[in-house]
């Protein structure tokens, strides 16, 4: 079973250049989220979408955009790199119901530095 | 703002050792998860808790969810090397769309 797919796993960029980090999963889940994860500072949400069609920001938005065309992918969309954004990117699927009772499921990260 | 505190940051034990995380928040959360992260992996799910008060036990590890659903331990009993790992705990806030707050996490290292 896949689950949760993350690409690419690593990437480094230059400050000003964009990129798009792909996140796809197979498990039919309408919830999705992005996450970032620095050291020492545990799991931010920065955009959520609770099906195709439909996004909202978390926390941390700012310098960020995605999309949900469809219920299986939800990219993540840097349009200018900036320093402040390097850091490991996580992926997250769970069914609707009842967010907080249901297991998210999280890939295995995109790791990226902006130099 | 950082809604929930985990202690410690980080905790070097032996073997057969064992140990409690805390997670703390002045926030009331309507359920509460606890994630295990390995090197180059994202979050597991380990459990999750919902009532007040209440008591999870998964093998050797303890879960218990603060009777003011505020606060959250994870007792490990006779700790392996295997326990090795980050462990995160999640709390769900109840506005509107029901969003995770993850913790700052505890690096556990358990040495043979």
């Known amino acids: 079973n896949a689950g949760v797919t993350q690409t690419p796993k690593f990437r480094i960029l230059k400050i000003g250049q964009s990129m798009t980090l792909q996140c796809t999963q197979d498990?039919?889940?309408?919830?999705m989220y992005w996450y970032r994860q620095d050291p020492g500072m545990g799991l931010k949400l920065i955009y959520y979408?609770?099906?195709?069609?439909?996004?909202d920001k978390g926390e941390v938005p700012n310098g960020y955009n995605v999309s949900r065309s469809t219920t299986e992918d939800f990219p993540l969309r840097l349009e200018l790199a900036a320093p402040s954004q390097t850091s490991v990117y996580f992926c997250?699927?769970?069914?609707?119901?009842?967010?907080?009772?249901?297991?998210?499921?999280f890939g295995d990260g995109t790791r990226l530095s902006i130099l | 703002t950082q809604l929930l505190e985990q202690s410690p940051q980080f905790l070097s034990i032996q073997e057969g050792e064992n140990l409690t995380v805390y997670c703390n928040s002045s926030?009331?959360?309507?359920?509460l998860q606890w994630y295990r992260q390995e090197p180059g992996e994202g979050p597991v799910l380990l459990v999750t808790?919902?009532?007040?008060?209440e008591v999870k036990k998964l093998k050797r590890l303890t879960f218990q969810f603060g009777d003011a659903r505020k606060d959250s331990s994870l007792h490990i009993t006779a700790a392996q090397p295997g326990d090795t790992g980050l462990y995160l705990c999640?709390?769900?806030?109840?506005?509107?769309?029901?969003?995770?707050?993850f913790g700052t996490g505890t690096r556990l290292l358990v040495s043979p």
């Open positions: 999640a709390g769900a806030l109840n506005t509107g769309f029901q969003k995770l707050v």
């Open positions: 926030s009331v959360f309507s359920s």
């Open positions: 979408s609770v099906g195709a069609g439909i996004t």
């Open positions: 808790v919902v009532t007040g008060g």
């Open positions: 997250a699927s769970s069914y609707s119901v009842r967010v907080g009772n249901q297991p998210q499921h």
């Open positions: 498990m039919n889940h309408n919830y």
